[in-house]
């Protein structure tokens, strides 16, 4: 038998260092000019971004310079930037520089950070990670624990999954969960993934500052129970994406207790402002959650993608996810030494907690507790300019470093549908702008333009001509 020629991927020792120096100095630049010298928003139709990238796979190869040219000019350089200070939409992503350098390291060893023998470092260095959380949460460090995962949406369905299993077991035909009508999406799409019908689904609607109603939760639990039903799970929001509200915690915390009730706390947005007094204030009562939510790629300033669960008691995790294969049987170690695919969905994971220790080990949870105190500041003085101006109103005031506003000129007397439209318009027109990267929803039935303004390089200056052009587009729409 013959053996065909062996194929390799192997690029020169100079290659390598010659394209890696290539690579940082293109990340660099972007991070140098992610400002208001280069435009926020790179919108482009299908058709547009398939003329140039939709084509066959190649049987031959090209040389690497090429392709990583090719990249860098057509797709990373016509993507928003969702770090730039003009960035409103959505939840920005404000990454810091050393967090990049972490995910490189982490990538280019190739660590596996699934179990414990294949890197007990990169374990370690997720378990201190981990307990550093959990202490700023105050939740017990040690029979705490918790996860790091992709994202919100993922920490969301590894929280239910552990409360499903941990208050109903193996049948969960009558179980019942709460949530607010501002609750975000990932968790009505993790409710639907794990099999529960929409007849088990409570959407308790909420207030005028838009917080989860107490009264209507407990007459929603207590027809659930009189009806032979199974309250098993309220999923409050700390920070809503639409508002930034936060929900009344120690009261649902109470309610949870007494019904004996599972309590998840979904803080992927506003997690991070427990760093300051004001969020403490605001938070009062997390530390009585069951779980909680928190993503690091939001406000803790982190590249995409890491999100992390935080749970009470780390048996909940094990307990729920642990399968036993064959294969797996000889990388068990000591019950001190944690596999994380144990502790959730993923078998295969990638090392995401470094990027978060280098960053804390780096900077210090000092410059974080300053840098979230400046976006609530920033956003508290926007609200101010905005109350001062006969051309705007508030719809829901600076929370958490989210503000909702609209055009509405106290001068002139416009429809509801008319100021729709224009709020809209306004919003249309700075996206097709790309000065700033700046969307509606809706509050109250209304249309509102949203800012959501975590990035620490956004300054007052930025917001204040960004109003004026969105005042410019106002006039063009009336």
Known sequence: ????????????????????????????????????????????????????????????????????????????????????????????????????????????????????????????????????????????????????????????????????????????????????????????????????????????????????????????????????????????SAGTTNTGTVDPIEELATIARKEDIWLHIDAAYGGAAILTLAGKKVMKGIDKADSITVDPHKWFYQTYEIGCLLVRNHKWLSGTFTEKPEYLRDIEGNKSEINFYDHGIELTRRFRALKLYMSLKTYGLSTFRQAVQYNLSLAEELESYLRNSDKWEVVSPATLAIINFRYHPIKEALSEDKLDSINQSIADRMMASKEALLVTTVLNGQIVLRMCLINPRTTMQDLKETINLCETYARLSI
């Open 1 to 236: 038998m013959v053996v065909d020629k062996k194929a390799d991927f192997v690029l020169t020792e100079e290659d390598m260092r010659t394209l890696g120096y290539a690579a940082v100095d293109a990340v660099v630049d972007h991070f140098v000019h992610q400002d208001g010298a280069k435009p926020v928003g790179q919108m482009q139709t299908r058709q547009e971004v398939s003329e140039k990238l939709d084509d066959a796979i190649p049987e031959n190869g090209k040389p690497i310079n090429d392709v990583m040219q090719f990249v860098i000019e057509e797709v990373l350089k016509k993507s928003n930037i969702v770090s730039h200070p003009r960035s409103f939409a959505f939840v920005p992503g404000p990454a810091n520089y050393v967090s990049v350098l972490a995910d490189h390291l982490a990538t280019g060893f190739n660590i596996f950070s699934g179990g414990w023998i294949a890197s007990p470092s990169a374990a370690m260095i997720e378990i201190t990670t981990m307990n550093w959380l959990l202490k700023l949460f105050g939740l017990p460090v040690k029979s705490g624990g918790g996860i790091f995962t992709s994202g919100g949406s993922m920490a969301n369905l590894t929280a239910l999954a552990t409360a499903r299993n941990v208050k109903c077991g193996d049948d969960f035909s009558k179980a019942t969960i709460y949530l607010s009508d501002q609750a975000h999406s990932s968790n009505v799409k993790a409710i639907r993934v794990l099999g529960f019908k929409k007849e088990q689904i409570r959407i308790i609607p909420t207030d005028m500052a838009f917080k989860m109603a107490i009264n209507k939760l407990q007459n929603a639990i207590a027809k659930d129970r009189l009806e032979g039903m199974q309250p098993f799970c309220i999923i409050a």
